[in-house]
C-alpha cells in the first residue's frame, strides 16, 4: 500500500464510508444482532422490515438522523424501515438476492463483514495468544520451504527425519512416557484463533462471489451494446471466467471446496469436532458449542452462494446464445405460415395464375460447363498431416462419467492388486497391468481410480506425475494418466 492507495480508501472505500454515516452507532450493532449474534446467513425481507421496525420503535428521541436516509417527519416505522433498507442496498451496507420463489433476501456485503471483524479485533482481549500464532507462523514457513524443494534428496531427508521423530514419540509411548499435551491456556488460545479464522474464511466467500458477480455484470454491459456480436460476448465471458479461475483466488478457493465437498473431508471434519467438543466439555473450557457444531454448514452455504452466482452467469450465457436462435425461428415459422394461409386460399381454384414471363433470353448456366482458363493452373498446396500425439487424461472423475463402465467388475480388479501386493510393498498401476493385462480397455483403466474413493487408505495418486499405459498388446497405443499407487 502506497500514499495514493490510502488516500482512494478513505475517500472511496465502502466500509470507510459505513463507519462515517451519522446512524452508524445504531446501524451496526443491529446488523451484528440480527446476523452474526443469530447465525443468520440471510433473512426474507419481510422478517427484515419486521425486525428493523421493532428496533425503530424502541429508539430514544434524537437515536436517528432522518434526513440522512431521506424520511419524511411523521412517517411510520414500517415506511421508515423500507427506506433504511434501500438505502444500505445503495451504500453496500447488504446485498439484495431473489431467492428461487422470487422473494428478495438480504444478506451482509463483504464490506460490511471486514468492518464488523475489524471491530472484533479492536475489542480489547484478556489473553493474547502469542504461542500459537507463532507456531502457525513457523509451521506456514516450513510448510513453504518443504513443499517447494526441488531437490528429490533434500526432500527425502526432509521426510527420514520426519519419520524419525514420529517414530520417537510412537516408541516413547509404547515404554509408557506420557505424552505432551496442551494446557487450557494453550487450548483457549487456540480455540480462539480457529473462530477468528473461520469468521475471516466465511468473509473471503464474499470477495469470490463478488467476483463472479462482476463478471456477470460485465457479460450484461458488453451485450447491451449494438457492436458487440455473440461471439465476442461469449468469448469475453469465458476468458474473464477462466481468468478467475485460474488465479491465485480461484485457484485456493475450489482447492477449499473440492476438500469441504470430498467424503474424506466430511467424515475428518465430523470426527474432530466431535473430539474437540469433548475435550472442551472435559476441561470445563467456555466455547460457543454452536457455532463449532455448524461452522461446517456455515462454510457450505456461504461457498454455495458462490456457485449460485457462476449458475447465474451460465444461465446468461445460455440466453446469448439461444435468443438469436430462437427469433430466427419464430420468423421462419411465421414465414411457413403465410405460405400456408395463401395455399389453402387458391386450393379450390382450378385457374391459377402462376409462373413467371420474361421480356429477354434467360441466363442458362450449367453447373458442369468447363469455362476456358488462359491462366495457370495453381499447384496443389502441400498437406502437413498432424503428429500422432499421446492421449492424455487431465481429470480421470470427470473423465469417468463418460464412460459407462458399469460392467466393470469392481471386485475382480482389486484382487489383481492384491495378488500383485502378495509379493511386494507396493505396486503402481503398470505393473499392476503388466502382471494381468487389460480386457477391458480404457474403461477398465478408469476403474482402477474408483479406489480413491473407496479405498483411500491404500490408494495414492501422485501430484505432477503421470506414466504411460499400454492399450493394445502390441504396445503401439498408449494412454497418460496420473501416476498410481497401490500399498498393503
Keep these: ?59 430514544e428521541d434524537g437515536t436517528e438522523d432522518l434526513e440522512e436516509a431521506k424520511i419524511g417527519f411523521g412517517e411510520d416505522e414500517e415506511a421508515r424501515s423500507r427506506k433504511y433498507i434501500l438505502n444500505w442496498v445503495q451504500k453496500r451496507i447488504l446485498q439484495d438476492l431473489p431467492d428461487t420463489e422470487g422473494n428478495t433476501q438480504y444478506q451482509l456485503s463483504a464490506h460490511t463483514e471486514k468492518v464488523l471483524q475489524w471491530m472484533q ?16 507462523l513457523f509451521n506456514s514457513l516450513r510448510d513453504i520451504v518443504e513443499n517447494t524443494e526441488d531437490d528429490r534428496s533434500k526432500r527425502l531427508e526432509i521426510l527420514k527425519n520426519r519419520k524419525a521423530e514420529i517414530e520417537k ?21 487456540r480455540l480462539e484463533l480457529f473462530t477468528r479464522l473461520c469468521y475471516e474464511l466465511i468473509s473471503d466467500f464474499r470477495e469470490v462471489e463478488d467476483n463472479f458477480k462482476q463478471i456477470h455484470r460485465s457479460i450484461v454491459e458488453q451485450h447491451t451494446k449494438a457492436e458487440q456480436n455473440k461471439g465476442a460476448i461469449i468469448g469475453f465471458a469465458f476468458e474473464a ?11 485456493s478457493f475450489y482447492a477449499f471446496w473440492d476438500f469441504l465437498i470430498s467424503r474424506e473431508g466430511n467424515e475428518d471434519w465430523k470426527e474432530l469436532t466431535i473430539q474437540l467438543s469433548q475435550v472442551l466439555a472435559d476441561r470445563k473450557i467456555e466455547n460457543d458449542e454452536y457455532f463449532l457444531q ?76 468447363r469455362k476456358m482458363m488462359l491462366e495457370q493452373k495453381k499447384g496443389v498446396a502441400e498437406v502437413k498431416q498432424p503428429v500422432t500425439t499421446t492421449e492424455k487424461i487431465e481429470d480421470i472423475t470427470r473423465f469417468s462419467r463418460l464412460l459407462a463402465s458399469n460392467y466393470i467388475n469392481k471386485k475382480q480388479l482389486w484382487q489383481k492388486v492384491e495378488d500383485v501386493l502378495k509379493e511386494r510393498d507396493t505396486a503402481t498401476l ?16 478408469i476403474g482402477y481410480y474408483d479406489f480413491l474413493r473407496e479405498k483411500g487408505g491404500r490408494v495414492l495418486i501422485m501430484k505432477n506425475t503421470t506414466e504411460l499405459i499400454p492399450l493394445n498388446p502390441e504396445q503401439t497405443k498408449f494412454v497418460e494418466v496420473p501416476y498410481l499407487l497401490f500399498t498393503k
Design 1 to 59: 500500500m502506497n500514499k495514493k492507495d490510502l488516500y482512494w480508501l478513505i475517500s472511496s472505500s465502502p466500509a470507510i464510508q459505513m463507519l462515517r454515516l451519522r446512524n452508524t452507532q445504531w446501524i451496526l450493532p443491529f446488523l451484528y444482532n440480527i446476523f452474526k449474534e443469530e447465525n443468520r446467513f440471510s433473512i426474507p425481507e419481510p422478517k427484515l422490515i419486521q425486525l428493523l421496525a421493532e428496533e425503530l420503535g424502541s429508539h
Design 241 to 251: 471466467y477462466d481468468s478467475l479461475r485460474n488465479s491465485n483466488q480461484g485457484k
Design 294 to 369: 455448524n461452522i461446517k454448514s456455515l462454510l457450505l452455504e456461504q461457498g454455495r452462494t458462490v456457485y449460485d452466482a457462476n449458475d447465474k452467469m451460465a444461465e446468461k450465457l445460455s440466453r446469448i446464445i439461444s435468443e438469436k436462435e430462437i427469433a430466427r425461428h419464430r420468423r421462419l415459422r411465421k414465414q411457413i405460415n403465410g405460405i400456408k394461409e395463401l395455399v389453402f386460399d387458391l386450393i379450390d381454384n382450378d385457374k391459377v395464375n402462376s409462373g413467371i414471363t420474361l421480356e429477354d433470353s434467360a441466363d442458362i448456366k450449367m453447373v458442369m460447363d
Design 121 to 136: 479485533n479492536l475489542q480489547l482481549r484478556q489473553h493474547v495468544g502469542t504461542e500459537s500464532r507463532f507456531k502457525l
Design 430 to 445: 503398470k505393473e499392476v497391468l503388466e502382471c494381468t493385462p487389460l480386457e477391458q480397455g480404457l474403461a477398465e483403466i
Design 169 to 189: 514419540e510412537i516408541k516413547a509411548i509404547e515404554l509408557g512416557v506420557i505424552p505432551e499435551r496442551y494446557n487450557n491456556a494453550q487450548v483457549e488460545e
